[in-house]
């Protein structure tokens, strides 16, 4: 999709005080594409991170400068610039979080959330805000990026356990977040805690009017890709919304060196959309059978 048309935005950082926690205050970018233009019901994206992820990281940010859209991105409780403390397996605060962005986007601005882009983590707690509140059951579109459905299927190792947990009950997972080190303790119950979130409300709660993309790693050794399978063949079975898998060969979890592939993919599917398209259940990238060619199959 081409921006080249798209007038100039502005990017503007919220700071939102939190409806469950007094001493929280939410930080955001707020990306507006006619800053002086009224925003009473003009629609907005919502673009969630995963876990030990911010608002800027992968592909967040790149696409948040592309869309043909307002959208809001921020960073989930304990992470990076939002207080409070990081939980590793805190959905329910992260679906309160969803809930106080979409009440001061609404109140505030008037914005009326028509997209969510969320990646693995992200994913969960959109797929229950989405199916259990009235703001998500009327969004339009839902991009699920590496998302989980299979909470079983999961081991230490994603959890930069590689050592295990050893006598001490925990591990310690050493990543890099906004440019600086940071190492959180994982306890085998924050696991436990997480392997007994369940999925299987997607099934019959899910809208049938949303039009979903999921977008998988066929690399991806944190969350099977087997994952994007199923929610493919759950959501696609819904009318009139819809449902396409698109999988990148070669890509891990978080798309690493591939995330300029995942905001194109993204940009098409909302284009396709727009011009009312028809939009077919697998998207896939052929490169290599065109002989180097960029070519996109849609089966």
Sequence with gaps: MSTATLPERISAKLY???QEDPECRIVGTLEQLQPNAPTQGRKIALILHGTMGHKDYLYQKRL????PMDSFRFDFRGNHETGGQWKPAALLE???DIKTVVAYLKST???VIDLVVAHSRGVLSAFKWICTTEDGRNISGFVNASGRYRMHVMNEAAWGGKEGFGEQGFCEWSVVVARKPVTVKIYREDIDIFRKWD???VIDQFPSTIDVLTIHGLSDTRVPPFDALIYASILGQRTPGTHTLHVI???DHN???RQDDVVNKILDWLDVRQRNGT???IWVNTSELMGGRVETSRL
Excluded: R, V
């Design 199 to 201: 999925t299987s409300f």
């Design 109 to 111: 601005y008037g914005y």
């Design 279 to 281: 939009i077919n259940p």
């Design 255 to 257: 798309f690493t060196n």
């Design 94 to 96: 992260d679906i309160e």
């Design 249 to 251: 060969e070669d890509a």
């Design 16 to 18: 939102i005080q939190h």
């Design 64 to 67: 948040a400068l592309k869309l």
